[in-house]
């Protein structure tokens, strides 16, 4: 009843004087002067008339909006709270939603895999494949639990980061690679159950608690051994991990300090290495179009043939199926290199290689 009282109560005239004199600070702030000068000529045309009208009538009709916010704050205040809420409760529910359908579809995806596992294993290791599906299955399934309540609760504390790197440089050290090949994958996962607007904040952490003693050590010791070891469980890993941190400037800035380019060259060799459209290939050219975006990266990317193996692969893709994310990835990072000065200089002196981008 008090409610409906306030919203009709005609606005007195201090109010609106008040509400006169906001408006023209607003107009006389933004320099609108022309409009200032016809607004107060209206005003004194309409003050005297408004003195006479006190009438009942006139008191008890639905004001503007714009005298709510003066005459009755407080129910205008909480129909803005409402809509924030149906706002946000809506917005959970299509992430529940959507991580609904995600997971179904993830799960189709596994199935169909299945009645292919032998061709696969033939590409990657089995462990690589599960190890995948899980990591998709678990992001989406955080986000169901949390019945779309994703926010800065998420990141891994101070404590776990240190935990992560002290166990990850111990197990490097004493050559435990199934430990060390844990280490690395809860990071990527912890990675990945982020929501994605917060997930560069995970990547500052990693570069602030110098993950791979890059800063500590002023050199990358630590990474490239990790890069040397000849396993693909280990080489799955690295790269998975390396593919996040580059996700930022930072991170690719992080991973090339002081303009070494030796870990963006281990990740090409690891990529021309690997089996086309597999796992380990897939995080690494996910890792080398993120840095083709920084200039500086595109004369190694040239030195060790990426034009020409980039080429190759979309020419292969035209005969046998290759998969998509490498086809995508590829082409993006093949756009960087070709728009870099340093290519366009390089294609110059180099008549065969500018005939073939040509010819594509």
Do not use: E, N
């Given at each position: 009843m008090n409610s409906k009282s306030t919203q009709n109560k005609s606005i007195g005239l201090d109010e609106l004087h008040l509400m006169n004199e906001h408006i023209q600070e607003f107009l006389q702030f933004h320099n609108m002067n022309e409009t200032l000068e016809n607004f107060r000529r209206e005003i004194k045309s309409?003050?005297?008339p408004l003195r006479l009208r006190n009438d009942q009538a006139y008191r008890e009709r639905i004001q503007p909006r714009l005298h709510k916010v003066f005459a009755s704050k407080r129910d205008f205040i909480e129909e803005l709270g409402v809509n924030k809420q149906f706002h946000d409760i809506s917005k959970k529910y299509r992430l529940v939603i959507h991580a609904a359908k995600q997971m179904f579809s993830v799960s189709m995806n596994f199935m169909q895999s299945l009645s292919t596992l032998p061709d696969i294993i033939s590409q990657e290791p089995a462990i690589e494949l599960i190890e995948t599906f899980k990591v998709q299955l678990g992001k989406y399934h955080k986000t169901i639990q949390a019945e779309g309540n994703l926010d800065g609760h998420e990141l891994v504390s101070e404590t776990v980061m240190k935990e992560h790197k002290e166990k990850f440089l111990r197990f490097l050290g004493n050559g435990n690679v199934e430990s060390l090949v844990e280490v690395l994958l809860s990071l990527r996962v912890n990675a990945l159950q982020i929501a994605p607007e917060l997930r560069k904040n995970l990547v500052y952490e990693l570069i602030r608690n110098d993950i791979f003693d890059i800063e500590a050590k002023h050199n990358f010791e630590v990474i490239l051994k990790v890069l040397s070891i000849d396993k693909n469980s280990v080489r799955h890993a690295i790269s998975s991990l390396i593919s996040v941190i580059s996700s930022t400037l930072k991170g690719i800035e992080y991973l090339t300090t002081n303009d070494n380019m030796i870990v963006i060259e281990r990740v090409i060799s690891i990529m021309q290495?690997?089996?086309?459209?597999?796992?380990?290939?897939?995080?690494?050219?996910?890792?080398?179009?993120?840095?083709?975006?920084k200039d500086k990266v595109i004369p190694t990317m040239i030195d060790k043939g990426l034009i020409d193996w980039i080429l190759q692969l979309l020419r292969k893709s035209l005969e046998e199926k290759i998969h998509v994310f490498c086809l995508d990835f590829s082409s993006a990072m093949l756009a960087n290199i070709i728009h870099s000065s340093h290519t366009l200089e390089y294609l110059k002196h180099s008549k065969d290689i500018a005939r073939r981008v040509s010819a594509f």
């Open positions: 309409r003050q005297m290495s690997q089996p086309d459209g597999s796992v380990t290939q897939r995080f690494c050219i996910a890792t080398l179009q993120k840095c083709s975006i």
